[in-house]
């Protein structure tokens, strides 16, 4: 890509600092971070205050490598260990349909194909309603930059919409969360959890939230090992007022966001920054990502 803007007042540390010395996502138009994030903000704020149905949906190594494959990290050392491990998934050596990942969902051989198909049609929902949040960036630590030429390929293939208008970097979700007047998503807000939390778990959540001086807070909760397969039921939220859903889902946050669609509001897939909502000590991405009082 042509442009690249680059992140670094997007945490609460300086992004560069934390990536390596530079943190630049790419970017379809010249643009600048202040800018461009803030057109997102109000997108959101705009979505809760109407009552539309705003999908945030994050892609980073995790959801790349269920979509498209391992790839190769020829910056990751030891190279010799990088080099035997994919290509022994590759080769099917090692079974590439046999899923479990760092989120602790795990599904078998048989669901694989029709998994990735019902992921992609959701991803191509949500491409049409809101926003994809991907890790399209290049950094100081050459993480997970292996997938940088594979994304606009594998969206043209699957006909998914992904241009100016849809995309953002994967690390606003967070921001919006814990800077530039945060509070506003969540003072006097309805906030509807979905998640595979513990009840110990949603009681941190809470306390987190009531701090905030939210509304209220409700809960739904999920399989933490089958997010994808997982079906909801948000009967009882239909006749309630929710301005924001935190969905932390895994890869399955797709399928957990498009069946929230009914509650016609501003739905973000926070992954696993929702552990600094249970612990306050928690932090993120080199630790610019924590909680935000």
Known sequence: MKYKVNLKEVGLEDANKAYGGFLDAFSFYKTNFKDWFNVFRDDCLKAMETKTFFPI??????????????????????????????????????????????????????????????????????????????????????????????????????NIIFNAENYIPFHFVCCMLIKFNWEHFFQNRNILVVSGCSEEEQKSIMKSLNNFNVNSTNFIIISKTSSMKEVINIEYFKNKKIDM????????????????????TLTIDIG???????????SQHGGIFKFPL
């Open 272 to 282: 696993g920054f929702i552990n600094c909502y249970i612990d306050y000590n928690k």
């Open 245 to 264: 859903c935190l969905v932390a889902a895994g890869i399955g946050s797709a399928n957990i966001i498009s069946q929230l669609e009914p509650l016609n």
């Open 57 to 158: 949906y994050r892609m980073a190594d995790g959801e790349y490598r269920f979509l498209m494959g391992r790839a190769y990290n020829f910056y990751k050392r030891p190279l010799i260990k990088e080099l035997i491990a994919v290509t022994a998934e590759k080769l099917h050596i090692k079974n590439p349909y046999k899923w479990e990942t760092s989120w602790g969902e795990k599904y078998g051989s048989h669901e694989m194909k029709s998994l990735r198909k019902k992921l992609i049609l959701d991803i191509k929902n949500i491409s049409k309603k809101g926003k994809l949040a991907c890790y399209w960036n290049k950094n100081g630590l050459h993480a997970f930059e292996e997938y940088n030429k594979k994304i606009l390929p594998f969206f043209k293939k699957n």
